[in-house]
């Protein structure tokens, strides 16, 4: 018998579905690119590109461990195009704002999750 919680919903769907909701709970100014994570059906990427003249933009992985919680890796932070030590105050402090928004977003979607 498996997990009674597993994730039980076409990757498709839910790329869709983080298409339309990932903007309503980010800085409007931000731009969100979602993907389907294609080694990993019960996975997403996301890329994030950061509002106003930092140029920075992050790449995160996001899992689902079961139909409420998410794991998300953080995959890169580039600015202008090139990696950038992501250890910085700055970045530190948007990686944990977007992390935030991220678990935000699969939180308006669990019932879809949950299907």
């Excluded at 498709?12 to 903007?23: D, G, I, S, V």
């Excluded at 994570?37 to 996301?46: N, Q, S, W």
């Excluded at 950061?50 to 139909?67: K, L, N, P, Q």
Aim: aromatic letters at 6%; one cysteine or more; proline letters at 3%.
């Amino acid at each position: 018998m498996g997990k009674i919680d597993e994730l039980f919903v076409d990757q498709n769907r839910l790329t869709e579905a983080w298409k339309r909701t990932l903007p309503t709970v980010m800085n409007p100014a931000d731009q969100t690119e979602v993907k389907a994570d294609e080694a990993d059906p019960k996975a997403l990427r996301i890329h994030i590109r950061a509002a106003g003249h930092t140029m920075y933009t992050f790449d995160f992985r996001i899992e689902y461990v079961d139909s409420r919680e998410i794991r998300v890796d953080l995959i890169d932070v580039e600015r202008d195009g090139r990696s950038v030590d992501e250890r910085g105050d700055i970045i530190q402090q948007l990686v944990e704002d977007y992390t935030r928004h991220l678990h935000e977003c699969a939180q308006a979607l669990h019932d879809l999750a949950h299907a």
